[in-house]
């Protein structure tokens, strides 16, 4: 942990990282819960590309492969970029926009949990 952090800490009574390099006190107290975090993510972009793409159409987005079963095409992926980047907050480098990257929610949530 940084060291300016670290002694701020120490000045708000203990909070920073104990011996074994776990967040403790205050410090630990705000953290967020990041499984609550991937989860919240998930269901911003499956809501997302439920109302932008998938219409209709009865498909599973929880299992589906997005770009297979053309829910989501090319511009698509720019538009959940856009999507991404704005809601989220999430920069996506030129470097991730793969066809890998954007298969289902799966794929697409830990490119985001990844930047984040």
Known sequence: M???LTAFGARLGGCG???SGKTSGLLAQVQPD???YVADVREEIKKYISEEFAGSADVDLDTVDLLEEEIVDSLGIF???SFIE???G???DPTDINLDNFQNLDTITALV????
Do not use: H, M, P, Q
């Open 86 to 88: 704005e809601k989220l």
């Open 2 to 4: 940084d060291a300016t």
């Open 34 to 36: 990041r499984s609550y």
């Open 17 to 19: 990282e104990d011996a």
């Open 113 to 116: 949990e990844g930047k984040s």
């Open 90 to 92: 999430v920069a996506i």
């Open 79 to 81: 538009t959940l970029i």
